[in-house]
């Protein structure tokens, strides 16, 4: 009898506890299961997630048109010039006017200098260098890797895409960011290219005349066309006999010229003679010829 006793007590202490437990699980559980649904809310808000889309796409949109520019300009390293005006900031939104006047009240104030620019809505897209980024991809050989111009998924005064070029083949481009999550990153999402060094030789007054046993001297430019200038070394080649020279500087670092001293001695022969003036870098050399007449 005792024994059956101390079974039930046992029994009905087990039954509390693990009511006490049950009760215990089941408040926890339902915290949890509040907490997760309150981070589902946050996180599965459907405004922050199509924002979120939005700005993916402006993301890969300004990385497609930094490396669309980045083939142009591999195929043409020796263009002196870059695409578009430093002094403007191309936006993609369309307006009658090129400085964008219909629109410029409630677009940001600049604080870099630059001009709004604009284009009609007609040419908005287009990629012949008339569209609102001022390149001409139809130059790519092969064609260009896009058939239009991207617009920003939404693009208007509050989200559009920019486009600013500056000297030495420097571009930027840049989207406006909508979501919470990119804002907080950045409100401005840039991708940025650079040209790797180049330049370009030339040589000036490109001729002279000089009597034998005398000396003449010209300049040499070398001047910057992209990139963080590096030292040019200069040398001469296809010298006639008794002729020497001498670079001053030997070497410089673009935009820079160096004087070329041309000295002929009693032994040069008279006559036209065209002598090669070379630029060196690493990787990079350019030439220029300088005509020499010896009375």
Same mark, same amino acid.
């Given at each position: 009898?005792?024994?059956?006793? &101390?079974?039930?007590?046992?029994?009905?202490?087990?039954?509390? /506890?693990?009511?006490?437990?049950?009760?215990?699980?089941?408040?926890?559980?339902? *915290?949890?299961?509040?907490?997760? *649904?309150? &981070?589902?809310?946050?996180?599965?808000?459907?405004?922050?997630? =199509?924002?979120?889309?939005?700005?993916?796409?402006?993301? /890969?949109? #300004?990385?497609?048109?930094?490396?669309?520019?980045?083939?142009?300009?591999?195929?043409?390293?020796?263009? $002196?010039?870059?695409?578009?005006?430093?002094?403007? /900031?191309?936006?993609?939104?369309?307006?009658?006017?090129?400085?964008?006047?219909?629109?410029?009240?409630?677009? $940001?104030?600049? #604080?870099?200098?630059? =001009?709004?620019?604009?284009?009609?809505?007609?040419?908005?897209?287009?990629?012949?260098?008339?569209?609102?980024? $001022?390149?001409?991809?139809?130059?790519?050989?092969?064609?260009?890797?896009?058939?239009?111009?991207?617009?920003?998924?939404?693009?208007?005064?509050?989200?559009?895409?920019?486009? &600013?070029?500056?000297?030495?083949?420097?571009?930027?481009?840049?989207?406006?960011?909508?979501?919470?999550?990119?804002?907080?990153?950045?409100?401005?999402?840039?991708?940025?290219? %650079? /040209?790797?060094?180049?330049?370009?030789?030339?040589?000036?007054? =490109?001729?002279?005349?000089?009597?034998?046993?005398? =000396?003449?001297?010209?300049?040499?430019?070398? +001047? &910057?066309?992209?990139?963080?200038?590096?030292?040019?070394?200069? +040398?001469?080649?296809?010298?006639?006999?008794?002729?020497?020279?001498?670079?001053?500087? #030997?070497?410089?670092? $673009?935009?820079?010229?160096?004087?070329?001293?041309?000295?002929?001695?009693?032994?040069?022969?008279?006559? %036209?003679?065209?002598?090669?003036?070379?630029?060196?870098?690493?990787?990079?050399?350019?030439?220029? #010829?300088?005509?020499?007449?010896?009375?």
């Amino acid at each position: 009898m005792k024994n059956k006793q &101390l079974l039930f007590k046992n029994g009905l202490l087990q039954h509390k /506890a693990l009511q006490g437990f049950t009760l215990v699980e089941l408040s926890l559980t339902i *915290a949890i299961v509040a907490g997760l *649904a309150a &981070l589902m809310v946050a996180v599965m808000n459907p405004v922050e997630l =199509s924002a979120q889309m939005r700005d993916g796409q402006r993301i /890969a949109a #300004t990385g497609t048109l930094r490396e669309t520019l980045g083939v142009l300009i591999a195929e043409n390293p020796s263009l $002196p010039t870059g695409f578009g005006l430093t002094n403007f /900031a191309y936006i993609s939104l369309p307006d009658t006017h090129s400085d964008c006047r219909n629109i410029i009240a409630n677009l $940001p104030i600049r #604080t870099d200098g630059r =001009s709004y620019h604009c284009v009609t809505a007609a040419n908005l897209m287009r990629i012949d260098g008339a569209g609102w980024m $001022p390149v001409n991809l139809t130059a790519i050989r092969g064609g260009s890797p896009i058939s239009v111009l991207p617009v920003d998924p939404i693009n208007n005064t509050s989200f559009f895409y920019e486009y &600013l070029p500056s000297a030495h083949h420097r571009y930027a481009f840049s989207a406006r960011m909508e979501s919470i999550r990119h804002r907080a990153l950045s409100p401005v999402f840039t991708k940025r290219f %650079a /040209a790797p060094f180049n330049f370009s030789l030339s040589v000036g007054p =490109s001729s002279g005349a000089v009597i034998r046993g005398g =000396s003449i001297s010209t300049t040499v430019t070398a +001047s &910057l066309i992209s990139g963080t200038t590096r030292a040019v070394s200069f +040398s001469t080649s296809g010298l006639p006999a008794g002729v020497t020279t001498a670079f001053s500087p #030997t070497s410089c670092n $673009p935009l820079c010229n160096s004087t070329l001293n041309v000295i002929t001695s009693a032994v040069t022969p008279v006559g %036209a003679h065209s002598i090669t003036i070379t630029g060196a870098s690493i990787g990079i050399t350019r030439t220029t #010829t300088y005509s020499l007449t010896v009375n």
